[in-house]
């Protein structure tokens, strides 16, 4: 049997996804800016993807902006709104959790003479508000805090947190990385203060290499990729086509029966937490527990687990390497990960479980699963047997 546990570096194409886009790039091949019939039905592709996203944003169409995936979505957000509004100030935002796409960004701003604060988090990965109060002046013209942590699962309050900025300063932007929230939360950025936001396609069973950025009307931002003038000169390039069309479908499938979809994904979550803690040295990260009613150990509510997101979990093995606990379930058909992928091949201590205050004797030892729609309960109690067949084993050989 086969277990992929790895859905938050990225997820199967839908069937429906691979369908449109097979069909488009056979017969709707034609360049989107070109005036005869063929492009025009290429056109009529990108309008509709369009039409989908703005819908399920309830935002309009002139504020979606098709990138090459999150990755270039944060940039552009970040790179494009600190160059457009530097004469306002030069203080930026973020928290010390956030994907490598944001906190490299931040890094090149810095070096471009930008004063960055990094936020701290609690214990459970959200974003210390009262920080946030405080560290935003006059001077703050944009705040960037994910929506959803890429390794614990972490949920932030975003409505909390756009209204606690606006009140501080009215003209300062708030953009949220949304790669890990779009498809599991319905989110409406108007109603909820966000000025931009970040999604990426091959995280919601779309195709790799597609993204959206949500820009409201009203931001003032530079471009980043210079060219044709392409999506009113926000971004040039040629459209992608098939990827746009693919991610509109995408958004279509994954938002249609969404509450029974995500009350599935919760259910799942609790219950593989659950199993989880009553393994020998597994410690659960970000989610808070409580004792178990019978016996000892620890336990996980219903509440806790919903204050999280439905398909991320985080868990530390006493005593033995994520490396060689991640290749021990490879050997078994089982997929996850030690980290975000994004980073997989620069070894280094992860940064959002630095800031958990995670014992450091956990950093090297810690495990990540992400389930997505598609993971079967079979999937998990397969993983679940295999943990306590191989946990004992591999801490017998694991050098003191």
Not at 361 to 372: A, P, Q, W
Not at 377 to 390: A, D, I, P, R, V
């Amino acid at each position: 049997m086969q277990a992929y546990l790895d859905n938050s570096a990225t997820t199967r194409c839908f069937d429906s996804v691979r369908e449109t886009m097979s069909v488009i790039m056979d017969q709707t091949f034609g360049n989107p800016s070109s005036m005869h019939m063929v492009g025009i039905e290429a056109e009529n592709q990108v309008k509709k993807a369009k039409k989908i996203i703005a819908d399920t944003l309830k935002v309009t169409e002139q504020e979606i902006f098709f990138t090459s995936g999150g990755t270039e979505s944060d940039n552009l957000a970040l790179i494009g709104c600190a160059m457009a509004n530097k004469r306002a100030g030069m203080h930026l935002i973020t928290s010390r959790i956030e994907h490598p796409a944001i906190l490299e960004t931040m890094k090149y701003l810095s070096d471009q003479g930008f004063r960055i604060t990094y936020l701290d988090t609690d214990q459970y990965g959200r974003v210390r508000l009262d920080q946030l109060e405080e560290s935003v002046t006059d001077e703050t013209i944009l705040v960037s805090i994910m929506h959803v942590n890429n390794e614990i699962g972490s949920l932030q309050p975003l409505e909390e947190i756009a209204k606690l900025i606006h009140e501080k300063n009215p003209k300062a932007l708030f953009h949220v990385d949304g790669v890990q929230g779009f498809g599991k939360y319905r989110v409406y950025p108007k109603r909820m203060g966000i000025d931009l936001y970040s999604i990426s396609g091959h995280k919601i069973h779309g195709p790799k290499g597609m993204g959206v950025l949500y820009i409201n009307s009203k931001v003032k931002i530079h471009p980043i990729i210079f060219g044709g003038g392409q999506q009113k000169g926000i971004r040039s390039g040629t459209e992608n086509v098939p990827g746009i069309a693919g991610l509109g479908q995408a958004t279509q499938e994954i938002y249609t029966d969404f509450e029974m979809k995500m009350d599935r994904l919760y259910h799942q979550k609790q219950f593989f937490v659950s199993e989880l803690l009553k393994l020998d040295g597994v410690t659960v990260n970000g989610i808070e527990t409580i004792a178990a009613e019978q016996g000892t150990g620890l336990a996980v509510t219903e509440e806790a687990v919903h204050a999280t997101a439905p398909h991320v979990i985080s868990a530390s093995f006493n005593g033995i390497r994520s490396e060689v606990l991640l290749h021990s379930l490879e050997d078994k058909g089982i997929y996850v990960s030690a980290g975000s992928a994004c980073a997989s091949n620069k070894p280094a201590v992860s940064e959002t479980l630095k800031a958990i205050g995670l014992d450091k004797s956990l950093l090297d030892s810690t495990i990540r699963f992400s389930m997505s729609v598609e993971t079967t309960t079979e999937e998990l109690e397969y993983t679940l047997e295999t943990l306590q067949e191989l946990l004992p084993v591999l801490r017998k050989y694991t050098r003191h």
